[in-house]
């Protein structure tokens, strides 16, 4: 049976508040991308300072050279004095750009919610989490400078490498961005199918009676599945923060072959720095090691993506086991996925450049979302629908069994009289 979202007002009354969640999603997509885009062209340690609601860019030219000014009081301008007010001002709008457009998704947010919950359209259950987020997305840009701080310091004016962000800050941030967004949308499928997840009018539940619907052996495949797919998901998301690594290390730069590295498989011997004690830093900062941890997860991602498929698709059991959602989101998952790989292996060989390098970037939150959209169409298959199911199977056969004794005892007092 299908399941499919309910966006239509007509069919479910919070379809509003699903379009808005969808649509702030959308909105942390742009900001994510524009902080890749600021990332790679190293605008991000362009304003030296953080005011929690923002303000406007320089407008005079006094202004500006004043910015400059303080700009070449930091680390980073003792690596770019060939730099002119001119190409300060580029970078400069890249990274205000990027702030800005956080708080305005955080406005973007917060203004609905109000309206919404003023007018009593948030569905039950959902206000604790409308208040998760916006505590997620306010913590973000909190992150955000604390990354920034990394690369500001006076402890950086030494370095001999170009100075960058922490590369554990710019994963943290970049972990954060990717929670929320997740959030936000398994908050707005969640919303989108509240009539098909409660009682109707009726008081049958769809999303139950379509897991009834199930035969025994469909409903244990249809829960392999959805296991598989929780894991391809978080394979997902830890490539994409093993990728976090992999910038704030400049990795991408070194062993640009595919796939072998510097001539090996796994090159052994670059992966382990003697320098770098604890041992365990090399996972984070070892350039060899940080990039071979990407391919491998990113290759994993998209092998187990194409396995799921095929094993909800093309697998005799799956016939009966998977809703059309859930075969679409399969065949969506597995395509994004080699895509994805496709995509990181051009970006490696042309040494990031910067369009390829962003783009592979939103690749990664797309690959995401078909992940939570094929767990969250499989959700018939979850343990919670699976228990519930169970206990009115068993309420049912107790009800039964009570209707039965009652008649018998009825049958013999008749008898006896």
Known sequence: ????????????????????????S??????????????LTKSGLSMTDWKPLGSLPPMTPEEWEAEFDRYKTFPEWQQRKSMDVEDFKYIYFWEWGHRMLGRAVGVAFAAPWAYFALRGRIPAGYGPRMGLLFTMGGTQGLVGWWMVKSGLGENRRGDRKEIRVSPYRL?????????????????????SHVPNDTPGKDGTVRLREAARSLSSAAMRHARKLRTGAVGVTSVAFLTAISGAFVAGNDAGNAYNT????????????????????????????????????HRALGTATALSAVGLAGL???HPAAR???????????????????GQVT???ATLLNYVPVSLAAAHQLGSLAVLTSGLYVVHALRYASPGVVRALGTAVRSTAGNSAASSAAKVAQTATKVAK
């Open 343 to 345: 995509l990181g292996v």
């Open 26 to 39: 959308a909105a942390v997509v742009g900001m994510v991308h524009v902080g890749g885009v600021t990332r």
């Open 1 to 24: 049976p299908a399941l499919p979202a309910l966006l239509s007002r007509s069919l479910n009354p919070h379809a509003s508040v699903a379009k808005w969640i969808f649509g702030t």
């Open 312 to 314: 909800g698709l093309a």
């Open 258 to 293: 595919f796939p072998l590295m510097d001539g090996r498989l796994v090159p052994v011997d670059d992966m382990i720095d003697p320098t770098l004690d604890p041992a365990y830093r090399n996972a984070f900062e070892n350039t060899a090691m940080v990039q071979w941890n």
């Open 171 to 191: 994963a943290a941030h970049l972990g954060m961005a990717f929670a929320t967004y997740s959030t936000l949308v398994w908050t707005g499928m969640g919303i």
């Open 320 to 338: 009966g086991a998977v809703t059309p959602q859930v075969r679409r989101g399969l065949q969506a998952l597995s395509g994004v996925a080699v």
